[in-house]
């Protein structure tokens, strides 16, 4: 375990262009997850009534407590130090809406793979302003 912290603190620092990418695709993820943490905490009847039907309670506790995971999730990958927590709950969440999406048979493209999206691009932009996570997921060796 100790090798795997040196070479991951050993990883080179990330470049101007890589760390200006990685800031923009996480605020991004931050900013629309946010939105819809937001949603579903705030005008919960709203989001069921906009919301395709996917065999979810239609009740306003569930929406709100859906809310607050994914507003909890989105705020640890906010913050540096618990961003790793945060994209590790996001991913799962994420798979989860992917996983009800295709359970009740949404088109794929449009429904069913945003989720998928989602998480590449929050894994990215992770991956892109964190050196040590470059080291743990090497893209090349």
């Known amino acids: 375990m ?6 991951a603190s050993a990883a080179t620092p990330p470049r101007a262009l890589e760390l200006w990418g990685g800031r923009i695709l996480t ?16 005008a919960p009847i709203t989001m069921i009534a906009h919301s395709p039907p ?3 309670p239609a009740t306003s506790g569930f929406y709100r407590l859906l809310g607050a995971i994914l507003g909890l999730a989105t705020a640890l990958y906010a913050w540096q130090r618990t961003a790793l927590l945060g994209a590790i709950l ?4 994420l798979g989860g809406a992917v996983a009800t ?41």
């Open 2 to 7: 100790a090798s795997t912290y040196r070479a």
């Open 101 to 141: 999406h295709l359970r009740v048979g949404s088109p794929l493209i449009g429904y069913t793979l945003f989720g998928v999206y989602l998480g590449i691009m929050l894994w990215a932009g992770l991956w892109l302003r964190d050196s040590r996570i470059r080291a743990l997921l090497p893209l090349n060796r």
């Open 27 to 42: 605020a991004l993820i931050i900013l629309f997850l946010g939105a819809d943490a937001a949603g579903k905490l705030i």
């Open 54 to 56: 996917l065999g979810l």
């Open 90 to 93: 996001l991913t799962g969440y």
